[in-house]
């Protein structure tokens, strides 16, 4: 009965609108008080206790890297450089534009932000070369999903954070999942590419090409050496390599590129803040409905209702996936993460499932719904970026979201993909 009482609740508050964290904090606190009598008090305690986390500064700090790169020119000659590698091949501007955002990806941590510094950019070029608007759109908004699984992953950092698993460990984990997404998204363009008659971006590979467009875009490309192997190499943590990032991309904006202004940074400050401020809110009242939940017991309780269907490790996994595909569709990647984790978490690990595993493909999972109507936020950014309708955009999404699927299910059912360079490093 607390179960359903709980659920319904905190779904019947976000139905009407109220704020998430909101609903999550009255639907917790509500819950406690008709069913286990413990304390109020106890929810600002553990809302302080979630906060109160080193590794939890990375969010903040990533997100305004991210931010200030896409306003210091470093997305632009990422660009540059995506064409120089990829240009030659049938439906080159859309083999570009997920080449960038993989590159992008490395750089940001964000699905969102990639769809706009990338999409800016590549939208507007493949509608001047008679690229469908709807499909340019719907494919930057997919190529966009993979900010959040190469590394710096925020919702990497979130899940680590949750769960106590390694931020380094999860970070390694992103690496060839994410280009394996990249791969099945340009295969798909390829194909629809071929089918539309769409031309080349430029006639040949070249290798001079490639290292003029490498001189142009070194110090873009730099990012992710200096951060991923700042981390790896012991030098500093991935908290330190996002405050690393954030001096970086202002260095190369106002010195090396000098495109950066005062009024971007005001921008990209006022960004972060709004978007951490909303971020930080839920946090802490998730950390009261995760203590709430296990109090109860209910993430047990719900793991012997999935196991009563079936107790075949493989089913629980589609079912598992099933759902947060979903969730994915309705509740964004950061909310997802932080109300699903507490439940899910102990199912999967008497499954045998690791813990870095378990965060990789529910981050894919909950990744694809920025794609997914009705509330896909990069489906928003690329609409906003081409001036597309939603539903036109959603339709030519199709095909990318179908492939995102089918290497999803890959990467939950053969864990070498994700724990490869994890198991290499230690």
């Given at each position: 009965?607390?179960?359903?009482f ?17 609903s ?39 997100t ?5 790169m ?39 941590g ?6 706009s510094a ?21 494919l ?28 380094s460990?999860?970070?390694?984990a ?111 009242l ?5 203590t ?47 109300i ?46 081409s ?40």
């Open positions: 009965m607390d179960i359903i709980l659920f319904v609740f905190m779904g019947s508050l976000m139905s009407a609108s109220i704020p998430i964290g909101i999550i904090g009255i639907a917790t606190a509500v819950s406690m008080k008709l069913f286990s009598g413990v304390p109020l008090v106890l929810i600002p305690q553990y809302c302080f206790t979630a906060i109160d986390s080193f590794p939890l500064l990375a969010i903040p700090y990533f305004l890297a991210g931010n200030l896409g306003g210091s020119g470093i997305s632009k000659r990422i660009v540059i450089f995506a064409e120089s590698l990829v240009g030659f091949i049938t439906g080159g501007l859309a083999m570009i534009t997920v080449t960038a955002c993989m590159f992008f990806a490395a750089i940001s964000s699905g969102p932000a990639t769809v990338i999409g800016s950019f590549m939208i507007p070029q493949m509608k001047e070369k008679k690229y469908d608007g709807a499909f340019a759109a719907a930057a908004a997919a190529a966009g999903s993979i900010g959040i699984i190469i590394p710096p992953s925020i919702p990497f950092v979130l899940f680590c954070v949750i769960t106590g698993a390694s931020v460990d999860l970070f390694l992103g690496v060839i999942p994410g280009i394996m997404i990249g791969v099945a998204l340009m295969i798909t363009s390829y194909f629809i590419a071929k089918k539309r008659n769409y031309p080349v971006a430029i006639d040949h590979f070249s290798l001079a090409r490639v290292l003029k467009a490498f001189r142009t875009s070194f110090w873009a490309l730099l990012v992710p050496v200096i951060i991923m192997g700042g981390i790896y190499g012991g030098v500093f943590t991935p908290t330190e390599a996002a405050v690393v990032g954030v001096f970086y991309a202002l260095f190369v904006g106002f010195f090396i590129h000098r495109e950066l202004t005062v009024g971007g940074v005001i921008d990209a400050l006022r960004e972060t803040i709004v978007v951490n401020g909303a971020g930080t809110f839920i946090l802490g998730s950390m009261s409905f995760a709430y939940l296990t109090m109860e017991e209910i993430p047990m309780r719900v793991g012997e209702w999935i196991v009563s269907i079936s107790s075949s490790k493989y089913v629980v996994l589609l079912l598992l996936n099933i759902f947060l595909l979903i969730v994915g569709c309705f509740i964004d990647n950061l909310s997802s993460m932080i699903l984790t507490p439940i899910f978490l102990p199912v999967v690990k008497d499954l045998g499932v690791d813990v870095v595993h378990f965060g990789l493909f529910m981050t894919v999972a909950l990744g694809i719904g920025f794609v997914t109507p009705p509330f896909g936020s990069n489906l928003f950014v690329a609409s906003t970026v001036r597309e309708r939603i539903d036109k955009i959603s339709s030519n999404a199709v095909p990318f979201i179908l492939a995102m699927i089918v290497v999803l299910f890959v990467l939950t059912y053969v864990p070498w993909f994700s724990m490869f360079l994890v198991r290499l490093a230690h």
